[in-house]
């Protein structure tokens, strides 16, 4: 696991689940993979902080993800059999909603193009920091035989008000799947 600015973040609970694990050649893989961001920096995303932000003219949080699915075991330099790369956004506004008592409240903009509106702070921070990538592969393109798989997942962000520059990296256990 790679850290930078200190302990800012760490990247927890990476998973990559396969359905089916036992294919037969003319299939199609779906492939999850899911992890957390955890740390400083996701304690740090709360109100008081995004107020604080705004004040100071820091209109957001921007996040930058990386999923790759590859074969285990192979070197170094290996190609990824598939490679996501994404982007999530905070953005921290002046709100006027009577549902919520704060007067700077936050929006999330997912790599989906969609806006998502958090009711709590935890809303928040999972919507931020908890992701889910589906990945597709013909069974073909692994051939015959049994493979083992696994997923290498990375984050970066920039220095805000309410954290420093920082990266953060993890990878999944192995799975086992068996192609006939």
Known sequence: MKQDAGSWARIENVTVKCSPSNARVDDNLAFTVGFRLDGVVRRNFHQKFWEAAYDQHDGGLRMAFK????????????????????????????????????????????????????????EAREMMFNVT????????????????????????????????????????????????
Request: aromatic share 10%.
């Open 67 to 122: 999923a790759q699915l590859h074969k285990s075991g192979l070197r170094l330099l290996a190609k990824p059999l598939k490679e996501e790369k994404f982007v999530r956004r905070a953005v921290f506004f002046w709100t006027r909603n009577p549902e919520l008592p704060h007067r700077v409240w936050m929006t999330v903009a997912t790599e989906f193009e969609t806006i998502l509106y958090p009711k709590t702070e935890e």
């Open 133 to 180: 990538r589906s990945f597709e592969l013909p069974a073909k393109s692994l051939g015959k035989g049994n493979h083992s798989l696994g997923a290498s997942v990375s984050a970066k962000w920039g220095k805000h008000v309410f954290t420093e520059r920082g990266e953060a990296s993890g990878k999944s256990p192995s799975l086992k799947i068996q192609i006939a």
